[in-house]
């Protein structure tokens, strides 16, 4: 059973994230004078008492306001409102009530669940008089708060756990799933690719390149499989990146691709490869997850011979993730999307694969028999004993006479012989040599 979810939500800039950020003793909630920096729900863990919950930081609602990405935003507030097990309404005690805290006060008034008003930056306790007026949103008692310095949170804490408390979760951590995470140069079409394998609008979709800011996570049950779908934020090169809130969000890419099982790395195939897909691969090859390539936008790619140019580039500048499947799909019209669960599927049996030791052995027996080897001087390479010492991704160490001198070219030899005769597709694999005389 997932934990019992904490929404936090308000309009924009009355410290919505700071306050996530407080609460979950972390940095993962991007915060910025900037209104609007938080579009999406983004999820974190938390605890207090005892008890263990999942914050939820949603996007500034602005009632009246119906620019590129607002209403998307309020959708994405109210979504998770109706998800969460109790709702934390956040103002700000500086400026009063204003006609947006009333709209989504009578919204919260019908939502039939434990809303607690906190009324922010009230950073000086003896002047908490200023929040009287907060009673005339009719929810109840408002809790005085100091989000960026915790004045009142540990107040606000008690009551909120003492209604999570009365709540039958069985405190089970987060649920084993395999994790995915979907990176890609900005408006590749994540997001939508993000929504088709969820079924649900869990990601705000737009053209406007740089949309998505915060990792978000989705659980999903396919076929009796569970995956956690993370959306990231658009990679691109450091010394591209000119706002302080996207540079975070490439912070947040990072983290995600660090805790992934399987990277789908989405291409426009409209571009056709770029740089940066390059420089995107690099970054979860780096970090040793599994990965499959999506081409996305398959169907407005004209003619076969611009289709196979594309392709024919990218098995020859991506051969440093040579191992990671390739496939076409249209994530806005759906058309085979259903192949994506089969290459993370394949990816994963790859990269969570443990093959014994005698067919290793069994296989460098194999090798041995080729006669292909490498010397130095009088020096030849003997090659012992294998063995696979972990996974995630799959380690191999090879007990030879002289490590020292196995060069480049001699494990891309061994590598490719692996993958060969097991079933490596999807995975990076990492050799080891150790003396054995």
Not at 9 to 15: K, Q
Not at 119 to 146: C, Q, R, T
Not at 271 to 282: H, I, K, P, W
Not at 352 to 358: L, Y
């Amino acid at each position: 059973m997932a934990l019992p979810l904490v929404a936090v939500v308000g309009r924009p800039n009355v410290g919505k994230s700071t306050l996530v950020n407080r609460i979950a003793q972390t940095g993962e909630a991007i915060v910025h004078e900037m209104r609007g920096v938080t579009r999406d729900r983004s999820y974190h863990k938390a605890d207090w008492n005892g008890i263990d919950f999942t914050l939820v930081d949603t996007g500034g609602i602005e009632m009246g306001n119906e620019d590129a990405f607002q209403s998307s935003i309020r959708a994405q507030a109210f979504e998770a409102t109706r998800q969460a097990d109790v709702i934390v309404f956040l103002v700000d005690g500086k400026t009063g009530i204003n006609a947006d805290d009333e709209e989504v006060a009578r919204i919260l008034r019908r939502a039939n669940k434990p809303v607690f008003l906190a009324v922010n930056k009230m950073d000086n306790p003896s002047k908490e008089d200023a929040i009287w007026e907060f009673y005339n949103l009719g929810l109840g008692d408002p809790w005085p708060v100091s989000a960026t310095h915790g004045h009142g949170t540990g107040d606000l804490l008690d009551e909120v756990t003492a209604e999570l408390a009365k709540l039958d979760y069985d405190g089970q951590d987060e649920v084993p799933a395999v994790n995915v995470a979907i990176i890609g140069r900005p408006n590749a079409g994540k997001s939508s690719l993000t929504n088709r394998l969820t079924n649900d609008e869990r990601s705000i979709v737009s053209d406007v390149a740089g949309t998505t800011r915060d990792a978000v996570d989705t659980l999903v049950e396919h076929e009796g499989e569970l995956y956690r779908i993370v959306d990231t934020a658009g990679l691109r090169r450091k010394s591209h990146i000119d706002e302080d809130v996207e540079y975070y969000g490439f912070v947040r890419a990072m983290r995600a691709i660090d805790r992934a099982d399987v990277a789908l790395l989405v291409i426009d195939g409209t571009l056709g490869l770029t740089n940066e897909d390059q420089r995107v691969a690099g970054y979860a090859a780096e970090r040793g997850c599994a990965m499959a390539i999506i081409l996305n936008k398959w169907d407005i790619v004209e003619g076969p011979e611009a289709k196979q140019k594309i392709r024919e580039l990218i098995e020859d500048r991506m051969t440093f993730v040579g191992y990671a499947p390739v496939i076409a799909v249209s994530a806005l019209t759906g058309k085979k999307v259903d192949r994506v669960w089969d290459v993370i599927d394949q990816a994963y049996a790859g990269y969570s694969t443990e093959i014994p030791t005698s067919q290793l052995n069994a296989w460098l027996a194999d090798i041995r028999e080729t006669g292909h080897t490498v010397s130095k001087g009088k020096a030849l390479l003997r090659m012992k004993y294998v063995t696979q010492t972990s996974t995630c991704p799959p380690q191999f160490t090879f007990f030879c006479n002289r490590p020292d001198i196995v060069d480049d070219n001699y494990e891309r030899y061994l590598e490719n012989r692996l993958r060969e005769r097991f079933n490596l597709e999807g995975t990076p694999i990492r050799l080891k040599f150790k003396k054995k005389d």
